[in-house]
Every structure is written in structure tokens, then in C-alpha cells.
């Protein structure tokens, strides 16, 4: 008996002691875990203060499909604007950004919430020395510079912002104008078809050019490791590719940024299919982007070759130049009309649908009606459109 008691008392005691330990935690947990919360209730709270310092307090808005990134919403009780917080990948993990919006949809300040980027490096962007330069700015972030050295956590602070801008266009019921690329340079499609003098549009989602009589330019973009990868791809009038030029990329150096040299680049030509693309080892994260580029791209081929060509014209507005594109099918028809760029105060009414779907189907701008109450406008509009589809029957 006493042997049994010799080996059976110390997992006993063990026992006891281990449940004692965790009936302890548990209540230690109970205890704290209210605490933290509440700490960091506080100090979201005082975050928010500081990000939108007009506002006397919050609520927060529930948002029923969260875009990509974001984490919640709040708004000022007193109508100043809106606090979000949203997220995007930088380099050390997930960097996490409280913006303020204020009520003219500007960015009244930021603050980084979790940062896991490199000390000394990354985590510059939690400084306010980059950080201010987004106050007053608005969704487009024009003139945003990265700091030196540490592109993709500069890339992941601007993403997670347009984030929360998304969010906050789908709360506060508005319309959110993102970063626009600009179209490809005359220079990038002289290098993917050296020998064509002549690039037309086509009136389709998204950037692609018609190459003289030699085939086609898709560009397409989605994110990589360090931001977003943008392809102009040439293809001949086979499917087949002709060339590749990177338009945006901030991939790092021995890495991602090993696709944008010319070796992988000329190896490329000839293939007719994403499945075909050569794959770096150590960089799969780019190639991913990639292979979505060229998926893309491929598949918007098909098409193009009943797609109609857009052609701009412009016009002087009530207190500004009006730029229209015109998309014109292969009979003479429009198929399509925008406001591309105008400083009129009355844009926003020549882009309601119900005066820019008369223009569909029809060869000329006879009958078209203008806009009670903006008729230069609407009349600056329609000579536009002539002058779109005087430029496609000269061209």
C-alpha cells in the first residue's frame, strides 16, 4: 500500500495542482479579459477623437457587405464626417489604419492602429511626418509620396486608406472616385508595335488599343507583393503574345521584380495561353498577379474584334472645356457616350443616363433634346459627340 501511495500521490498532486492552475486562469481570464477590452474600446475612442477632431462623439454604422479591407465605421453624432478603419498586407504582416472623413468627404487624419512592419523601416509610416501629408486629401490621394526604402509598406498605408474610403462610400451612400490609372503612354505602344503609326481605343471596360491593322493592347493591373502590377500585352491578330512592358509595378529587387526584366519578358512572346507563362522561383506572390493579368487579358481577346472603337471630342462648355469619349460600332452607330473630363459646374447633370441614352443607336446627334436648365451644357455635350464622330470618319 505504501508503494502505491509512493507512485500514485505525485500525479495526484500534479493533478490537483494543474487544475487548481487552470481554475485560476479561467478566472483570471474573466477578470481581465472585460478589462482589455474595455482598454481598447478607450483607446479607439481617443483614436477616433484625434482623426476627426470636429466630432463630439460616435456611433457606429453597421455595414452590411464590409468591403474588401475594412473593419468598421463610425460616424460623428454631430454630422462632421466618419472615422474608418481598414486594413491592407504590408510587408511584416497586416498594417491596420484608423482615417477620418470629414463631412466633404477629405481625409481629416490617420492613425496606425497595428503596425508589424520592419522598426526603423517600415514603420516609418506610423510617423506623422508621413502620415499628414494625407490630411485635406481626397479618395484619388493625388500627390501621396511613398518614403524612401520602404515602398511596400508606403503602398500598404495608401491601400488600406482607398479601403476605408470604400467603406465609407457604401455607409454614407456616396459615390467613391478611386486611384485612376492613367491610359498607357504613346510610348508603351510604340514599343510593343514599333512598326504602327495608328492606336485606336476600344469602348470597352477596362484599357485596350486596337494596333493599326497588326493586332491588340490589353492593360490590365492587380495587386502583387508590394502594390499593384500593371501589363500592357501586345498580341497579334492570332492571339499570340507579341511583347510585354510593365507599366506600374513596386516589386522587390531579385524577386518579383525579376519578371519585369527583359529576359523573362522575351520569353513570353509566342505563347498563347496564361497556363504557358514561366514561373520565378521565390516569387510566386508576383507571378499570381500575373497570372491574373494575362487571364484577363486573354479572355478579353475574343471581344475585340466586335467591339466598338472610342473616340473623343470636345467643346466648350459653360465655363470650361467638355471632353467626350464616343463609342462607335463598326456601322457608324453609337454604342456609347461619357464625360471624360469637364470643368463645368453642370457635369454631373450631362452624365444622367437620361439624357446620355439618347445618343445610343443613332449615326448623328439629330433630335437629340437638351437639359432644361443646363442647356449650354448639354448643348457643349452634343457638339462633342459630333466632334467624336467627325474624328471617326476622318480617322
Known amino acids: 500500500m505504501s508503494m502505491f501511495k509512493e507512485f500514485a500521490m505525485p500525479p495526484l498532486v500534479l493533478t490537483v495542482i494543474a487544475a487548481v492552475v487552470t481554475g485560476a486562469l479561467v478566472a483570471t481570464e474573466s477578470v481581465t479579459t472585460p478589462i482589455i477590452e474595455q482598454q481598447a474600446a478607450a483607446a479607439a475612442d ?24 475594412g473593419v468598421d465605421i463610425y460616424e460623428a453624432n454631430n454630422g462632421t464626417g466618419y472615422v474608418v478603419t481598414a486594413q491592407a498586407k504590408g510587408y ?23 503596425n508589424n512592419e520592419t522598426q526603423g ?9 508621413f502620415m499628414d501629408q494625407y ?22 498605408f495608401s491601400k488600406a486608406v482607398q479601403n476605408a474610403y470604400q467603406v465609407y462610400g457604401v455607409a454614407a451612400g456616396v459615390e467613391v472616385a478611386g486611384t485612376q490609372r492613367d491610359p ?8 510593343l508595335f514599333p512598326n504602327v503609326t495608328s492606336f485606336q481605343k476600344y469602348a470597352v471596360e477596362g484599357e485596350a488599343y486596337k494596333a493599326g ?10 495587386a502583387g507583393f508590394a502594390g499593384d502590377v500593371t501589363t500592357a500585352i501586345g498580341f497579334d ?8 512592358v510593365f507599366t506600374e509595378t513596386s516589386e522587390t529587387q531579385d524577386y518579383g521584380e525579376q519578371y519585369t526584366r527583359a529576359s523573362w519578358k522575351d520569353a513570353q512572346v509566342g505563347k498563347t495561353s496564361a497556363d504557358e507563362l514561366d514561373l520565378i522561383s521565390g516569387a510566386t506572390v508576383t507571378y499570381d498577379a500575373l497570372k491574373l493579368n494575362f487571364t484577363e487579358a486573354f479572355e478579353m481577346l475574343p471581344t475585340l474584334a466586335d467591339a466598338s472603337l472610342e473616340y473623343e471630342g470636345t467643346a466648350e462648355g459653360y465655363n470650361g472645356t467638355m471632353t467626350v469619349a464616343v463609342g462607335i460600332d463598326s456601322t457608324g452607330a453609337i454604342t456609347s457616350v461619357r ?29 437629340i433634346s437638351t437639359i432644361s436648365g443646363a442647356t449650354v451644357s448639354s448643348t457643349a455635350f452634343i457638339e462633342a459627340v459630333n466632334n467624336a464622330l467627325a474624328a471617326q470618319k476622318g480617322a
Open 237 to 244: 491578330l492570332n492571339g499570340a503574345i507579341t511583347g510585354v
Open 121 to 129: 523601416l517600415g514603420s516609418k509610416v506610423s510617423e506623422h511626418a
Open 135 to 156: 490630411i485635406g486629401k481626397d479618395s484619388t490621394l493625388e500627390g501621396i509620396e511613398t518614403i524612401s526604402g520602404t515602398t511596400i509598406s508606403s503602398n500598404a
Open 92 to 114: 511584416g504582416g497586416m498594417l491596420k489604419v484608423m482615417v477620418g472623413i470629414d463631412s466633404n468627404g477629405l481625409i481629416s487624419g490617420t492613425e496606425v492602429l497595428e
Open 46 to 69: 481617443a483614436a477616433r477623437a484625434v482623426v476627426l477632431p470636429s466630432a463630439d462623439s460616435f456611433t457606429q454604422v453597421t455595414v452590411d457587405e464590409m468591403p474588401e479591407g
Open 339 to 367: 464625360l471624360v473630363d469637364s470643368a463645368d459646374d453642370f457635369a454631373s447633370k450631362v452624365s444622367d443616363e437620361a439624357f446620355t441614352s439618347q445618343f445610343v443607336g443613332k449615326t448623328s446627334t439629330d433630335g
Open 184 to 191: 498607357i503612354t504613346d510610348e508603351v505602344k510604340a514599343e
Open 213 to 222: 491593322d497588326e493586332g491588340y493592347i490589353v492593360v490590365t493591373s492587380n
